[in-house]
């Protein structure tokens, strides 16, 4: 059974750091591209950040310069650092991994941007 669970959510002041994490079981993680993606309340689900098997990082622009994806085979683990957040940054954060035909989709964990 293939689970993704996210952790590392919670309340941050707005210029606060927060940092991710997804665990994954039951896929042979090293094969899969990993991403972030969020939902804000009456909004649609975005992609935030992906690394590909081999590492290569792509992010959106509304995140760049400020929050880093990274993966830890070893560990089944795929990380969203987040720095400078601002309200906007405000969202259900979802963890994903995608590869040889099939999607899987954690089950979020929120973060809120607030002071």
């Known amino acids: 059974q293939v689970q993704l669970v996210e952790s590392g959510g919670g309340l941050v002041q707005p210029g606060g750091s927060l940092r991710l994490s997804c665990a994954a079981s039951g896929i042979t993680f090293k094969l899969y591209g990993m991403g972030w993606y969020r939902q804000a309340p009456g909004k649609q689900r975005e992609r935030v950040a992906v690394?590909?098997?081999?590492?290569?990082?792509n992010y959106s622009d509304s995140v760049k310069g400020r929050f880093t994806i990274s993966r830890d085979n070893a560990k089944n683990t795929v990380y969203l650092q987040m720095n400078s957040l601002k309200p906007e940054d405000t969202a259900v954060y979802y963890c994903k991994a995608g590869g040889l035909g099939v999607d899987y989709w954690g089950k979020g964990t929120l973060v809120t941007v607030s002071s």
């Open positions: 690394i590909t098997s081999g590492g290569i990082t």
